[in-house]
């Protein structure tokens, strides 16, 4: 598995893209992209539930679903990661509909839960890009201008990791990293 750390300097906060499983990093939060129930799916969302252990279904269950947008933070149960920030993406439709504005308040609404709960490490999967059908290109431009505000916003922040699951995923990122050559934090 290849990583690209976008800013080489150690010490300053990074952000990085990885292809990775997501359920096995030991981030402070990982985040999964679920759907309004928040009662578990298929994609990232099974694999977070499989890994996590029934506990985290039962947490779930307490919290009465999400708004498309919003986010909601449970613990992490069997994973390594301590926290789980369950946000849920827009469905693509057309691009008329909204979808970009949610998209982006899903990556503002974890970053917030992340600052509330003084998290330093936090990794996203990408949002929509799967069952929601969220154009990959146009998503990790969201995802990486999200990441960059808030990198620079809040200064806890150490480390926010974007993994990818498949080949386009990294494509859309690496691709968008180097046409934005510089626009490091
Ligand atoms: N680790 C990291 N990324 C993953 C993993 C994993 N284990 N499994 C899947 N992914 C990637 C997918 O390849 C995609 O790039 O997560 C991204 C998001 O895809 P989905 O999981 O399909 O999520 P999304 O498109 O937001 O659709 C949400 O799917 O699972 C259901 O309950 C969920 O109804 C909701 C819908």
């Not at 008329?96 to 503002?108: D, F, K, Q, V």
């Not at 969220?134 to 998503?139: G, I």
Request: with cysteine.
């Amino acid at each position: 598995m290849s990583l690209v750390s976008v800013n080489a300097h150690s010490h300053a906060p990074r952000l990085e893209f990885s292809r990775n499983d997501i359920t096995i990093l030991a981030h402070d939060a990982i985040v999964n992209a679920a759907n309004n129930s928040l009662l578990g799916g298929g994609g990232v969302d099974g694999a977070i539930h499989r890994a996590a252990g029934p506990e985290l279904l039962a947490e779930c269950q307490t919290l009465g679903g999400c708004p498309t947008g919003e986010a909601r933070i449970t613990r992490g149960y069997s994973l390594p990661a301590r926290f789980i920030i369950h946000t849920v993406g827009p469905i693509w439709r057309d691009g008329r509909h909204g979808e970009a504005n949610l998209l982006a308040s899903c990556y503002r609404n974890c970053f917030r839960l992340a600052r509330e709960h003084n998290l330093q490490t936090i990794a996203f999967p990408a949002i929509s890009t799967g069952i929601y059908a969220y154009p990959k290109q146009e998503a990790a431009a969201i995802a990486l201008e999200q990441c960059e505000l808030a990198l620079r916003e809040n200064r806890a922040l150490r480390l926010v990791t974007l993994t990818c699951f498949n080949e386009d995923t990294w494509q859309a990122y690496a691709s968008l990293t180097k046409s934005r050559a510089g626009v490091l934090i």
